[in-house]
C-alpha cells in the first residue's frame, strides 16, 4: 500500500492563520444584528448568508454527516432567530455567539446520538477505515482538498468531543485562543493543552491511516 | 525549561507567535527532549496537514431551506402586547395546515349528513332568519327525522326477528305462567276438599276421647 506524503513540518514557517476576521467583518456583524434587530427580513437572509458556512463547516465537522449537519444548522438559525436579541454586541462578538450556540447544539445532538452511535453495527465500522484506505492507496502523491479532507474527517472521528471541538474551532475555524475559551467556557490554558493533546492524538490516528507526519 | 511549561507554550510556538528570546530558549528544550520534540512534530506535522484540507461546503440548497424555515417576515422579534401576541397566537394556530385540513373534512362531515338527511340547500332570504320560523322548522325537521329513524329502525330485519323472537317467548312464558297457576289453583282446591273432610275426623277422635 502506498504512503502518503504531506508536507513536512516546519519549525519556523509562516503562523498558518489569514486575520479572516477583520474590523470591518466585526463592524458588519454588529451592523448586521441591529438591523435584524430592527425587524428587517433582508438583515435576516444577510446574516444567514454569510454565517452558513461556518456554522455548517463546524457541524460537518463534529458529526461527519452531511445530513445531520445540514439538520443541526438549520436548528442553529432557527435558535438564532429566537434568541437575538439575548446577543449584546457589547459583551463579545457575534462571531464567539454563534459558535458558542452551535457547539451547545453540537453537544446537545452528541448526548441524544449517544445511544445510537453505541448501537452502530461493526460492519460500519470496517467500511468506513476501508473507504479511507482506498482514498489513500488512490493517491501517490501528497493529499491534498477533498481526500485529505475525508482523512482528516475519519481522524476527527477517533478524538473525544472535548478534544474535537478545540481541533475544530482553532484549526479549521481559525478563531483564537481567547475566544474559543469563551465559546467553551474554560481558561485560554485549558485550550491549549487541550489542543496539543488533540493534535497529537490526531497525529497518531492519521499514521495509522498511513499518512506521513 | 521544563516539558510542562514547553506545552503551555508549545501552540504560540507553531503560531509562529513566541517571542526570539523564548523561542531560542524553546528549540533549545526541543533539542535535548525526544518526548517533547516528538510531541512538537506530530502538532506541527497535523496543523500542516490540516493546512491542505479542502473546507466543507455547505450545499447550495441549504441556505434557500432555512431561508424558507425561518418565520422572516413575522414579527416575532417586536415586542408584541398582550393581546396581539393572543390573537397572533390564535390566527398562527388556525393557519397550520393540519386545522385547515381538519376544518375542511368536518365540513364534508356535515355536508355528507346532510345529505343523507336530506337537508337541501337553497338561497337564503330575510324571511328564513326569523327565529320563530327557524325554531319550528328545526323542531318539525327534528321531528320527522326521529320519526323517519324509529321507521327505519322498525323495518330493520335483524330488528324484526329479534322482537318476534322476544314476542314468541313472552307468550310462551305467558302461558307457562297461566298453566302454571291453573295447576296451582287446582292443587290449592284439592287440598281445601281434602282439609275440609279430615276436619271432622279430628273432631271426632276427641270427641271419643
Redesign the interface.
Known amino acids: 500500500m502506498a504512503t502518503v506524503a504531506?508536507?513536512?513540518?516546519?519549525?519556523?514557517?509562516?503562523?498558518?492563520?489569514p486575520q479572516v476576521r477583520t474590523a470591518n467583518n466585526l463592524d458588519a456583524d454588529a451592523q448586521l444584528v441591529e438591523r435584524?434587530?430592527a425587524?428587517q427580513?433582508a438583515a435576516?437572509?444577510d446574516l444567514?448568508?454569510v454565517h452558513?458556512?461556518r456554522v455548517?463547516?463546524i457541524c460537518?465537522?463534529f458529526t461527519s454527516s452531511?445530513a445531520e449537519?445540514?439538520d443541526l444548522?438549520?436548528d442553529v438559525?432557527?435558535r438564532v432567530?429566537?434568541n437575538?436579541?439575548s446577543f449584546r454586541s457589547g459583551e463579545g462578538l457575534f462571531v464567539v455567539w454563534l459558535t458558542r450556540l452551535t457547539r451547545n447544539l453540537l453537544i446537545d445532538h452528541y448526548r441524544r446520538s449517544r445511544m445510537d452511535r453505541a448501537t452502530e453495527s461493526i460492519e460500519d465500522q470496517v467500511k468506513m477505515l476501508e473507504e479511507t484506505t482506498a482514498v489513500l492507496s488512490r493517491t501517490d502523491g501528497?493529499?491534498?482538498?477533498?481526500e485529505?479532507?475525508e482523512v482528516?474527517q475519519a481522524g476527527l472521528q477517533k478524538l473525544s468531543p472535548e478534544l474535537r471541538e478545540t481541533v475544530i474551532l482553532r484549526?479549521?475555524e481559525e478563531l483564537e485562543?481567547r475566544e474559543i475559551a469563551q465559546v467553551l467556557n474554560v481558561p485560554e490554558?485549558t485550550v491549549?493543552?487541550r489542543?496539543?493533546r488533540g493534535?497529537?492524538e490526531?497525529?497518531?490516528v492519521?499514521r495509522r491511516h498511513k499518512?506521513r507526519? | 525549561m521544563t516539558c510542562a511549561e514547553l506545552?503551555?507554550l508549545?501552540?504560540d510556538y507553531v503560531?509562529?507567535?513566541l517571542r526570539a528570546e523564548e523561542r531560542t530558549v524553546l528549540?533549545g528544550h526541543l533539542a535535548g527532549c525526544s518526548a517533547c520534540a516528538e510531541?512538537?512534530?506530530?502538532?506541527?506535522?497535523?496543523?500542516?496537514?490540516?493546512?491542505?484540507?479542502?473546507?466543507?461546503?455547505?450545499?447550495a440548497e441549504?441556505?434557500t431551506?432555512?431561508?424558507h424555515?425561518?418565520?422572516?417576515?413575522r414579527?416575532?422579534?417586536?415586542k408584541r402586547s398582550w393581546w396581539r401576541k393572543w390573537i397572533g397566537g390564535w390566527v398562527h394556530g388556525m393557519l397550520q395546515p393540519r386545522y385547515v385540513m381538519g376544518m375542511a373534512m368536518t365540513v364534508l362531515s356535515f355536508s355528507m349528513i346532510a345529505k343523507f338527511a336530506h337537508i337541501e340547500p337553497r338561497q337564503l332570504r330575510p324571511s328564513d332568519l326569523d327565529p320563530v320560523k327557524i325554531w319550528a322548522g328545526i323542531d318539525d325537521r327534528t321531528h320527522r327525522m326521529w320519526d323517519r329513524t324509529m321507521k327505519y329502525y322498525d323495518n330493520l330485519r335483524l330488528v324484526i326477528e329479534i322482537q318476534s323472537r322476544l314476542k314468541e317467548w313472552t307468550d310462551q312464558e305467558q302461558a307457562q305462567n297461566a298453566e302454571g297457576s291453573k295447576q296451582k289453583a287446582t292443587v290449592s282446591s284439592g287440598q281445601k276438599a281434602e282439609g275440609s273432610g279430615q276436619k271432622p275426623e279430628a273432631g271426632t277422635s276427641e270427641k271419643k276421647r
Open positions: 504531506i508536507p513536512a513540518a516546519k519549525w519556523n514557517w509562516v503562523p498558518p492563520y435584524c434587530l425587524g427580513d435576516w437572509e444567514v448568508k452558513t458556512r455548517y463547516s460537518y465537522r452531511d449537519a445540514q444548522t438549520q438559525f432557527l432567530f429566537k437575538l436579541r501528497m493529499l491534498a482538498g477533498r485529505a479532507s482528516l484549526d479549521l485562543y490554558g491549549k493543552s489542543l496539543n493534535r497529537a490526531l497525529a497518531r492519521l499518512v507526519i | 506545552e503551555i508549545l501552540c503560531d509562529g507567535t528549540e510531541l512538537a512534530k506530530d502538532v506541527t506535522g497535523v496543523t500542516a496537514f490540516i493546512e491542505t484540507v479542502a473546507p466543507a461546503e455547505p450545499p441549504l441556505l431551506r432555512i431561508l424555515e425561518l418565520p422572516i417576515g414579527p416575532s422579534t417586536e
